[in-house]
């Protein structure tokens, strides 16, 4: 980049593609639609800055979400917004503490993610918000055989989380 301040030519057509993905990602963390447009923002004035090359964007972004969207998480800031959109009732479930009890799993899940390594963090966050295999393991510079074990301890090690979270309370 040229320049203090240019504007990268390709960000409007990056942003245009990306941004669905980068919002789903983060959602998928936080849990927030409102908290995933606010880290989408930060991603993309992050990649704005950078010399990634546009066809190594979604792959740098998804991270990029999913990196930022755990820091949010891990420092709590709008912890009370994200808690109240999560907390929006769906009409079709009539009782109110089966909304309570799913609402404390989610906040469970969130926080147990919070406390993984980042790595497994972030490879759980991106499998699970639809990217393939090969996605991933381009992502994050693994070997695309590797992702599925990277997922695997990832999962395992969230549910070692919660069983140890819910056996200290």
């Known amino acids: 980049m040229s320049g203090r301040g240019a504007v990268r030519a390709d960000l409007e057509q990056v942003f245009r593609t990306a941004y669905p993905r ?19 923002q930060e991603v993309f004035l ?3 800055r950078t010399a990634v090359p546009a066809g190594e964007a979604p792959a740098w972004l998804s991270v990029a979400a999913a990196h930022t969207a755990l820091n949010h998480l ?7 917004t994200r808690e109240e959109t999560a907390a929006e009732p769906d009409p079709t479930v009539p009782d109110v503490a089966d909304d309570v009890v799913t609402l404390d799993e989610r906040r469970r899940v969130r926080a147990a993610l919070a406390r993984l390594p980042r790595r497994q963090a972030v490879a759980l966050v991106l499998r699970h918000s639809g990217l393939s295999y090969a996605e991933v393991a381009a992502a994050l510079d693994l070997s695309p055989g590797s992702v599925g074990t990277t997922v695997r301890r990832a999962e395992s090690a969230l549910r ?6 819910a056996s200290s309370h």
């Open 46 to 48: 992050s990649f704005a």
């Open 74 to 80: 891990r420092s709590g800031r709008r912890r009370a």
């Open 160 to 165: 070692e989380e919660l069983s140890r979270h």
């Open 22 to 40: 980068v919002v789903a990602v983060a959602t998928r963390v936080l849990g927030s639609r409102d908290g995933a447009e606010d880290v989408a």
